[in-house]
């Protein structure tokens, strides 16, 4: 397996919620010689300067300043999000019934409910404490399981598994004698906590240099964004990575797409760097271009015709270019351009993707942040089968390619 492809399972591994990731992307960026900025400290930039700042724990913004003005030279930014589908644990969890222990939980995102059945789970999260100090927390091993009715109890799941998730995936936490569930995480202080349900078996290595793990949607693009701006070249423009929380559920929060994290970052930028003129803001948005990074759908062998025949993207085929008529998908021919010619440049292969005419289409952060903003945005991603399953599947050959055309963009 490509090195990088081993250095995503292991950010995967390390990263089971947002709160996590963005410590492990913090951590690296940090390591790589950026410094944090504090949204309630007072900013005053410099050519060069490398810088990150978190919001809310879960969503992170990273930038290198570039060597001409934004209203110049304006940005170049990557877009993720740093969420997957999951369950939430419920403020009041504690749940006895027939002998057992069980943990209240709510489905978070659009997941595939039957593949969270039968496997090693965990609770892992952030918890706050009465004077307002939040840390991380993971339970260590694999505690919890949503285990499956045996078919001898219900013959009808041959036509079809029908679940419940009020009353049918509910995480056991083991005999009703097991301490509960904050005490097991060394947190019986939390009085606040955001905690979900991760999958705790490693990411693997199978099949063709492939990567079968749990988040790769959307923590492969986090993944490879985090390398490329560590790798882009200094350059006039300035060169900036966001990474939203809440994209699963809508963006709709202060740190997802659809808040004021990013253009709050934006204006501040324009006048930390010393920008005084009232035009500079739109100036440096009408010269800046986003490319939005999500996980794209693999043409599946059993469900081929779910695909549009002429646009079949491959796992280890390169990044993927989404297209949308209905503008699900921000990308257009100037974007569309721009981003094979960097990929070109790069040596990197690209793939496109449409929805067929008969099926909706998903959606990315790149409409809503080029609504909001106004910037040219290409919507692209890195393949995948299994989107949303607790395990997805990507290829290993896919990362250092998507990587490259990344810094690309961003240098
Ligand atoms: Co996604």
């Not at 202080?189 to 999958?199: I, N, P, T």
């Not at 749990?214 to 990575?241: K, M, Q, V, W």
């Not at 021919?333 to 929805?355: C, D, K, N, Y």
Request: with cysteine.
């Amino acid at each position: 397996m490509s090195s990088l492809g081993d250095d995503l399972r292991a950010f995967v591994d390390v990263s089971p919620t947002p709160f996590h990731a963005v410590a492990e992307m913090t951590r690296r960026l940090a390591e790589a010689g950026f410094t944090e900025l504090l949204e309630t400290d007072r900013w005053a930039l410099r050519p060069g300067g490398a810088h990150f700042v978190v919001r809310d724990g879960g969503s992170l913004i990273a930038f290198r300043v570039g060597s001409a003005s934004l209203a110049d030279a304006g940005l170049r930014i990557v877009g993720t999000h740093t969420d997957s589908p999951t369950f939430k644990v419920r403020p009041l969890h504690d749940i006895r019934r027939a002998g057992y222990r069980l943990v209240g939980v709510e489905p978070y995102g659009g997941l595939l409910a039957h593949t969270w059945l039968d496997r090693e789970l965990t609770v892992a999260g952030r918890v706050t404490t009465a004077d307002g100090t939040s840390r991380l927390v993971r339970l260590a091993g694999a505690t919890l399981r949503i285990p499956s009715l045996a078919i001898h109890l219900d013959r009808s799941v041959r036509d079809g598994l029908v679940l419940d998730p009020q009353r049918h995936l509910v995480p056991v936490l083991g005999l009703e004698s097991e301490p509960e569930l904050l005490e097991q995480l060394g947190a019986p202080d939390a009085v606040g906590f955001d905690l979900v349900l991760a999958d705790t078996q490693p990411a693997a290595s199978t099949g063709s240099d492939w990567i079968a793990a749990p988040r790769l949607d959307n923590l492969g693009s986090c993944h490879s964004a985090t390398h490329a701006l560590i790798a882009a070249e200094p350059a006039a423009h300035t060169a900036l990575f966001v990474a939203n929380d809440h994209e699963e559920v809508g963006s709709g929060s202060a740190e997802g797409a659809r808040g004021s994290f990013l253009a709050d970052v934006l204006a501040r930028l324009v006048a930390a760097t010393g920008d005084t003129d009232p035009q500079a803001y739109h100036r440096a948005m009408a010269r800046s271009r986003l490319l939005s990074a999500d996980m794209a759908h693999a043409v599946h062998p059993n469900f081929a015709d779910r695909h549009e025949p002429n646009h079949t993207p491959r796992l280890g085929g390169g990044p993927v270019v989404k297209h949308n008529a209905n503008q699900a998908y921000a990308t257009d021919a100037t974007t569309a351009a721009w981003f094979v010619a960097r990929a070109s440049e790069a040596g990197v292969p690209v793939q496109h993707f449409v929805t067929r005419a008969d099926l909706p289409c998903g959606s990315t952060i790149g409409p809503l942040t080029a609504t909001r903003l106004g910037i040219a945005t290409v919507d692209v991603g890195s393949p995948t089968l299994a989107m949303h399953s607790c395990r997805e599947l990507a290829s290993a050959e896919d990362v250092p390619l998507m990587v490259r055309a990344m810094t690309a963009c961003l240098s």
